[in-house]
């Protein structure tokens, strides 16, 4: 018995076999497929995925034996591994210097026929073969040889594929930590800012209260009230930014809550130079959802339809449906609305659609789509069916518990 050789980039190809993450791991559907695929198209017993490790052969797939590994010694696979763009073809393992005396070729599983085609990346490297084996001697057609090669592609595609999803799996777990990361500091910076903001306030109260005569009719007046109305948005800003910071940074509680009960009281609390209808279709309906992602959501919507309005009467539809796997809601009023042009920024942060209002932090939508999203639901506008004008939202929120 011959055991192959070394090939010259073996540190390069493990190290390369390494990064795929594949040795070890449970049988897959795919690869199953593939295999016995490979077995139906040369007619053969046995057909293997195998890798070629530093000590072993191991095999992703293996379909018609039970071993999952043998010594690399003794593996057939080891030496196609040496020609990486040929297929490697033994028709009687019998009669071959290299396999006659091998173990797997004298007992079982008794490889007297073996046909290998390399499974190589991209970047070159050989990890292994997509083979197939019988127990007497045989040949290939030339059909049968470019299918296997073909067959073997497929392998190297699923390797690749598995490898970008693993890639991919470790960004979102990094760019989940450096969001948690972020959204603390943010939540930490803006709570700190609000102490000094307040005393700011505070003294400025002091100096319109203890120098009124003084200022009345001059331009410091209008420069300490502007400087109290910037005071009013920051303080705003701040507010809404922790609010955002909540939605990644708070555990979700879920709970039965009564909609219609919920909505009411948004209205009742928030404060209406105008007066307000509300249409609804929410009854007495009691849902299962985060208590708290829930106001805030109808929160910031409500309140939105008061600041942008331009009517005397804010007349506000919420439509409700319990489907299947989500609760679905539709929310209209009767502002100005918002042109299709901004419909994909509108939920952005800091993205502010109407400049004439000072208090608008370009926050609030964005904090409604972070909440519908952490709950398992989507959100979007759409234009109001009846061509009145105003806001239509669309958006729902998962039945499922979201684990977070």
């Not at 073969?129 to 059909?143: K, R």
């Not at 309140?303 to 299947?324: A, C, Q």
Request: charged share 30%.
């Amino acid at each position: 018995m011959k055991s192959a050789e070394i090939p010259e980039n073996e540190e390069e190809r493990l190290k390369a076999l390494d990064n795929y993450n594949i040795l070890d791991t449970l049988p897959e559907e795919d690869y199953d497929a593939l295999s016995k695929i490979a077995s139906g198209i040369c007619n053969t017993p046995i057909a293997l995925i195998s890798l070629i490790d530093e000590k072993r052969q191991w095999f992703k797939s293996h379909y018609g034996v039970d071993a999952t590994e043998t010594p690399r010694e003794l593996a057939f696979c080891a030496h196609s591994i040496l020609n990486p763009d040929e297929l490697f073809i033994v028709k009687d393992a019998t009669k071959d210097e290299r396999f006659f005396d091998n173990p797997l070729t004298t007992e079982q599983p008794k490889v007297i026929f073996y046909a290998g085609a390399p499974l190589v990346t991209p970047d070159g490297n050989a990890l292994g073969t997509l083979c197939v084996i019988d127990n007497e001697p045989s040949d290939l057609n030339d059909t049968q040889k470019e299918s296997l090669k073909l067959l073997a592609n497929q392998v190297v595609s699923l390797l690749e594929l598995r490898k970008r999803n693993n890639e991919l799996s470790k960004a979102n777990v990094e760019t989940e930590k450096l969001n948690i990361r972020l959204n603390n500091f943010a939540y930490r910076l803006t709570h700190d800012l609000k102490s000094p903001i307040s005393g700011i306030n505070f003294l400025l109260d002091v100096l319109k209260e203890d120098f009124q005569d003084l200022f009345k009719e001059t331009e410091a007046e209008k420069h300490i009230d502007l400087i109290a109305n910037r005071i009013v948005y920051m303080s705003t800003l701040i507010d809404d930014i922790l609010e955002y910071t909540k939605v990644n940074t708070e555990n979700i509680v879920y709970e039965d809550i009564n909609a219609k009960e919920l909505i009411d009281s948004i209205i009742k609390n928030i404060d209406f130079e105008q007066k307000i209808f509300l249409n609804s279709d929410v009854l007495d309906t009691n849902i299962h959802i985060s208590k708290i992602g829930f106001l805030q959501v109808f929160q910031n919507l409500i309140s939105n339809s008061r600041k942008y309005t331009n009517k005397d009467k804010v007349n506000i539809e919420i439509d409700f449906k319990d489907e299947p796997q989500h609760y679905h809601f539709v929310y209209k009023d009767n502002g100005p609305g918002i042109e299709e042009q901004y419909w994909d920024k509108v939920f952005n942060m800091f993205e502010t659609i109407d400049n004439s209002n000072n208090d608008n932090t370009g926050i609030g939508l964005a904090t409604v789509k972070a909440i519908i999203t952490r709950l398992g639901g989507e959100i979007n506008l759409q234009n109001r069916e009846d061509g009145k004008s105003g806001v239509c939202f669309s958006f729902s929120f998962s039945k499922k518990e979201i684990l977070a």
